[in-house]
């Protein structure tokens, strides 16, 4: 369970990064028609059904897709089979670095670039909620996008092809489940967070640490894969 527990912590450190949190009111936004302080508020006008069922579907299109770079992850693996110790442990040394980057120890300018994959030309509806969901996933922000290197990493370690989907399924997850409940909860989720904003540095901290010892467990090859 250990692949599995790491690849779902990455997903929800994904959704509480810098590059996704602030930009959520704006997401839900896009993928409902209301607009985002009417969201923000909980205002008496805003269908949480409509809300949450556009999000389910968003989750679907990122779903897919990060399922499908599962699968080429550990199609390309199987291809570099032999290299397998070698690949734990440059996977374990860019796990521990993002870990140094997120405790703030070392800044490392890169990954603070951010470019976004823009969406507002995508229809809206339940199809363009899927496209959404979609583009989403492979036009992911660099600042994140090396979390999601990592866990693609270890399907490409993971050693076969099911194995593979199944750690960007519990990805998928990490970020899924905190999205449902923004949207479902609406203003009480986004009160909690302003409230914890403060803390927000605190959590930061943590999962930086967190990465820092699965990186090291990683390297030394003590990090159990069994699905």
């Not at 450190?13 to 009417?38: D, H, N, Q, R, T």
């Not at 389910?56 to 032999?82: P, R, Y």
Request: net charge positive; charged share 10%; with cysteine.
């Amino acid at each position: 369970m250990g692949q599995i527990l790491t690849a779902f912590g990455a997903g929800v450190m994904s959704f509480f990064s810098p590059c996704i949190l602030p930009l959520l009111p704006a997401y839900l936004s896009m993928l409902s028609g209301f607009s985002a302080s009417e969201i923000m508020k909980g205002s008496a006008g805003v269908s949480i059904h409509k809300v949450a069922g556009r999000a389910a579907i968003f989750i679907a299109g990122f779903t897919l897709a990060f399922a499908g770079m599962g699968a080429a992850a550990s199609a390309l693996g199987n291809t570099l089979a032999a290299h397998k110790d070698l690949m734990l442990r440059v996977f374990g040394m860019i796990m521990a670095l993002l870990g140094v980057h997120m405790t703030g120890i070392f800044n490392f300018t890169v990954l603070n670039y951010e470019k976004r994959f823009s969406m507002r030309n995508i229809a809206q509806g339940p199809a363009g909620a899927f496209l959404m969901g979609f583009a989403f996933a492979l036009g992911w922000s660099p600042c994140i996008g090396p979390i999601l290197a990592v866990i693609l990493g270890l399907a490409a370690a993971a050693g076969t092809v099911w194995k593979g989907v199944t750690l960007l399924l519990a990805y998928s997850a990490g970020l899924a489940v905190p999205l449902l409940a923004a949207a479902l909860l609406t203003a009480e989720f986004f009160a909690l967070i302003a409230r914890f904003k403060s803390a927000m540095r605190w959590v930061e901290l943590a999962a930086g640490l967190v990465l820092i010892i699965f990186g090291g467990l990683l390297f030394f090859d003590k990090l159990m894969f069994v699905v």
